[in-house]
């Protein structure tokens, strides 16, 4: 419970609390009737040393559906308490400066993470590296404002001559640090959303049997006939941490049905938008014909390993296991490389927020090296700046984006 009247609920249901922040069993019992609800354990947090910054107090109860349900009736009748919205205790504790808006959303990405590095980004948000960062850089920033206010207010003063060239070389190096984080800021959402693999090949190449390797599970129905995959499959799976969305698809060729045309134009446009592409083949030369374009990092394999001979180029066999970890390997070995380069912005309101600031740093420095700059020009760019920083860590102009945050969260949380 939080809120103002948590401590007196508390009281009604357990008698006298312990000592702040210590555990003591209490017999919790209705307050209208004295029925013993439960035997729990009871803890209070005053203000403001709570989660929320409120009266908080935890009834660490035995988890029955019965003891919660009856436990959560009598609280739910009492004058004063209503049944938290999702997310309300985090939104509270936004709103009475316990955390800031990054924080929150790490919290929510902690609460969805699948994964160890999902579970470490969502960690350094919670930690507060956002803040961290957009703190420094607007230090930075209203040092720089300071001194071109100075020159706009004190122009007919004697003001030293190396002023503007402190503010543009401050200014290059907040923008600098702005633009690496911002650099990252794409890696680090596909890390939280999940990487996407495509299978690419021509039809009964082997994807969907290699898939099943892949994944360790039948996830996809496999044919002799070309042609079985219509639509995009997606397997979900966990490669060293990282989570990974296997897709398998139709088999790439000219013609076949209306149905199947259908599903080839979606399988190139799926894996055209993939984070990483393995090809599968028969031979090499194979990959022009497919109408999907081969990046640097993507993986060429040929397919049926088990049915020819060792050679130059990798080899796979879905159906006895040939190759399967040396492709996984590899595939492992490209995500860390991208995971490497990762920033701590994993949301895109948070890249936004960046971008904005970068923006309009560049146009303050710009004008910085005008012939003549206008530092009153220069002046508003940085408190644009300044403004997009406060976005960042949910200082000013949040509400619109609180909802969107709060709706993925448990109830109370």
Not at 229 to 248: F, H, I, N, S, Y
Not at 314 to 328: F, K, N, Y
Request: with cysteine; net charge negative.
């Amino acid at each position: 419970m939080s809120g103002p009247a948590a401590l007196t609920a508390a009281k009604s249901l357990a008698g006298e609390l312990g000592p702040p922040r210590q555990a003591g069993l209490r017999r919790l019992r209705d307050p209208g009737t004295g029925e013993t609800l439960d035997q729990a354990l009871v803890v209070a947090y005053p203000a403001p040393g709570s989660f929320t910054g409120e009266d908080v107090v935890e009834f660490q109860v035995h988890g029955s559906p019965a003891v919660c349900r009856s436990l959560l009736a009598v609280l739910g009748g009492m004058e004063g308490l209503r049944v938290a919205e999702p997310g309300e205790f985090t939104r509270r504790a936004l709103l009475n400066g316990r955390l800031d808006l990054p924080q929150v959303e790490g919290l929510g990405d902690l609460l969805a993470a699948e994964t160890a590095a999902q579970q470490r980004q969502a960690l350094r948000l919670m930690d507060g590296a956002i803040s961290g960062l957009a703190a420094g850089w607007r230090e930075e920033l209203v040092r720089c404002l300071a001194h071109v206010e100075a020159s706009i207010d004190f122009a007919d003063e004697e003001l030293p001559e190396d002023i503007l060239r402190f503010v543009g070389g401050t200014l290059g190096s907040v923008r600098a640090a702005m633009r690496a984080e911002l650099d990252g800021a794409l890696i680090a959402e596909r890390l939280r959303d999940g990487f996407e693999v495509a299978l690419v090949g021509r039809p009964n190449v082997g994807k969907s049997t290699l898939l099943n390797a892949l994944a360790r599970r039948e996830a996809a129905l496999t044919s002799a006939v070309a042609g079985t995959t219509r639509d995009v499959l997606e397997v979900r799976m966990d490669l060293a941490g990282m989570p990974v969305t296997l897709l398998d698809m139709a088999g790439l060729r000219a013609g076949g049905g209306r149905v199947e045309s259908l599903g080839i134009a979606r399988a190139r446009d799926r894996a055209t938008r993939a984070d990483v592409r393995v090809f599968l083949v028969n031979e090499p030369r194979e990959v022009e014909g497919l109408g999907v374009s081969r990046e640097a990092e993507d993986l060429l394999v040929l397919a049926k390993g088990d049915l020819r001979p060792r050679g130059d180029l990798p080899a796979v066999s879905g159906l006895t296991g040939q190759g399967v970890d040396q492709l996984l390997r590899s595939l492992t070995a490209v995500l860390e490389a991208r995971v490497a380069g990762a920033g701590t912005a994993s949301h895109r309101r948070q890249r936004e927020a960046i971008a904005l600031a970068v923006q309009r740093v560049e146009a303050a420095g710009a004008e910085m090296r005008a012939v003549e700059p206008r530092v009153e020009l220069v002046a508003e760019e940085l408190r644009a700046a300044l403004r997009a920083l406060d976005f960042l860590v949910g200082a000013v102009d949040v509400e619109a984006v609180l909802d969107v945050v709060f709706q993925s969260f448990c109830l109370g949380k």
